[in-house]
């Protein structure tokens, strides 16, 4: 009986295992390592988006002729090729930071490229000409270029194929936590003497000279406020990062890593004279999350008596990298950023352009935008945001376990037509002080929503798509390549055609000819994918 009895109750728990293994935030692995990582993320939104909802104004306050009839077309190109010079930047060394990274680790890439972050976003503040801001920008994206090395580190960290499409969701919500707080700063930041008159103006609690027209530097400077404080948060990034976030590469891991032993030291400084711990009389083993302590004793696997000795990984040639699943999936992921790259610069432009009077338009023919200022425009911009970490957090875990990550891809693309197909239509509304506000935010939700399922999606498809963990990063450098080239090539034709619109009376032609026609070409090519038999198990959502 009591055999029976065990063997029941054996069968009992065999059957309760998989409910308590399920895949939640809580039971997710390596989670300070993630965060670390996170936050190196950050250097992306911050360098990226906080310009976007004063760069209208600052383009327009560097140019000779500021009032000039042509003004607002000039100012679109030109916001179109600074926005493109930042993934040109990544384009250019994120297979070089992938392949140092093979070298020399994931850590030391990923320093120095936040280190070429911090420099990049401080000094483009303090830029006064065109071709300054070029150059800074085109720097800040080369530092950019890491994205690549974080995504394999991710893969690196998290080992179990079960948790990885968590983990692969925590850098992109990071990045949208950052893109919210990078707009909404971006645009209350900027011109500070005007936008924040209390701090800065001629009476301000920061004039402490008493100069007349406020504080000097900000006078002088009117954009440098957003870029110190980008340079300030990507420092303290960097210091962290360099204190807390361990080797990923297998061949480096086990290396001394002074950094980490430094941050242990503070760490246990902090908590005896924060949190008032004192000394037991013994010495305490940091063991860091995911490390196991192993004697010198050997110790018997529970499996066999005898050790099976580790079979060496074979390397994986290009020509079998590149696979007919891996290449489909490629040109999807391509296509994504191709569009939405283009929206993120032409919709923050749209919004500030002056409103046009559209008294003889027709369903074609009408221009102008929407007259709102900087921070204005932020503020809109980062409260929609909101909207995605809400969406990211609480909704895509579901609809990607109904669906599936293809069947959430699909959805998104049929979002993004509608989008486009409506955004330009909000010029009509710039004379009405109320109905335009609730237009806006039903085209940037729509938006909002479908890039929030999209890319995490896209970056998980990818994942799936590469035949062997082996070439992890190779996969994601090319991905991060040609995410970078689609999003320089995206802004720089949309910067262009919006101009000619303006010209041309139609504002419309950048958001039809465009942007809806690269929508619905990655619509029909998302049906072109095929859905991989272990979507549903390895890379399960539960809450």
């Excluded at 916001?79 to 994120?94: E, F, I, N, R």
């Excluded at 976003?121 to 300054?132: D, E, M, V, Y």
């Excluded at 050997?298 to 099976?308: C, D, F």
């Excluded at 690269?518 to 029909?524: I, K, P, Q």
Aim: aromatic share 10%; charged share 15%; with cysteine.
């Amino acid at each position: 009986m009591s055999d029976f009895g065990g063997e029941e109750e054996g069968k009992r728990l065999l059957k309760a295992r998989p409910l308590e293994e399920r895949v939640t935030w809580r039971n997710l692995p390596e989670k300070k390592q993630l965060l670390l990582l996170a936050l190196c993320r950050l250097s992306t939104p911050l360098s990226n988006a906080c310009l976007l909802p004063y760069l209208y104004y600052m383009i327009k306050s560097i140019l000779s002729e500021p009032e000039h009839p042509s003004a607002p077309q000039q100012i679109s190109r030109l916001t179109g090729l600074l926005v493109a010079t930042y993934p040109l930047g990544q384009m250019s060394t994120s297979m070089i930071w992938g392949r140092l990274s093979d070298t020399y680790g994931r850590k030391p890439v990923i320093l120095l490229g936040l280190t070429i972050s911090v420099i990049s976003n401080l000094a483009f503040g303090f830029s006064r000409s065109i071709g300054t801001l070029l150059f800074w920008r085109v720097l800040a994206g080369m530092g950019n270029g890491i994205l690549g090395v974080m995504r394999t580190m991710t893969a690196e960290i998290v080992k179990e194929k079960r948790y990885q499409a968590r983990a692969f969701l925590a850098l992109p919500l990071i990045f949208n936590s950052g893109r919210v707080a990078a707009l909404a700063i971006g645009g209350c930041l900027a011109d500070p003497v005007h936008n924040m008159p209390w701090l800065f103006g001629p009476t301000g609690l920061f004039n402490v000279a008493k100069n007349a027209n406020g504080v000097e530097w900000a006078i002088e400077y009117p954009y440098a406020l957003p870029s110190i404080f980008n340079g300030t948060v990507l420092a303290i990034c960097l210091v962290l990062a360099a204190l807390g976030l361990r080797e990923s590469l297998p061949t480096r891991e086990k290396h001394r890593d002074f950094c980490i032993i430094i941050g242990r030291s503070i760490s246990g400084f902090v908590r005896r004279m924060v949190f008032q711990e004192h000394d037991s009389g013994y010495t305490a083993i940091q063991v860091e999350e995911g490390e196991v302590l192993t004697a010198d004793v050997p110790v018997a696997s529970p499996a066999s008596e005898t050790s099976t000795p580790t079979r060496p990984i074979s390397k994986t040639s290009l020509r079998k990298i590149w696979s007919k699943p891996l290449i489909k999936t490629f040109l999807a992921f391509g296509l994504l950023p191709l569009h939405n790259a283009t929206f993120l610069h032409i919709f923050p432009v749209f919004l500030s352009m002056p409103t046009f009077d559209n008294d003889h338009s027709t369903i074609f023919h009408f221009t102008g935008g929407l007259g709102l200022s900087s921070p204005t425009v932020g503020i809109f911009l980062a409260t929609l945001g909101i909207c995605g970490i809400l969406l990211q957090l609480f909704i895509y875990p579901h609809l990607q376990k109904r669906i599936g990550t293809l069947g959430v891809f699909r959805l998104a693309n049929f979002i993004f037509p509608i989008a486009y197909v409506l955004a330009p239509f909000l010029a009509l509304l710039g004379g009405h002080a109320i109905a335009k506000w609730p237009a806006m935010g039903a085209v940037l939700f729509a938006q909002v929503m479908a890039r929030t399922m999209a890319i995490p999606s896209s970056v998980i498809l990818l994942t799936e798509a590469a035949p062997r963990r082996n070439v992890l990063g190779t996969v994601h450098g090319a991905g991060n390549t040609l995410s970078a080239l689609a999003s320089a090539t995206g802004p720089v034709v949309g910067g262009l055609l919006l101009a000619r619109g303006i010209d041309a009376g139609y504002v419309g032609i950048v958001w039809w000819c465009w942007l809806l026609v690269v929508a619905l070409s990655a619509l029909v090519w998302s049906f072109v994918l095929e859905k991989r038999e272990e979507d549903g198990d390895a890379l399960e959502l539960e809450e």
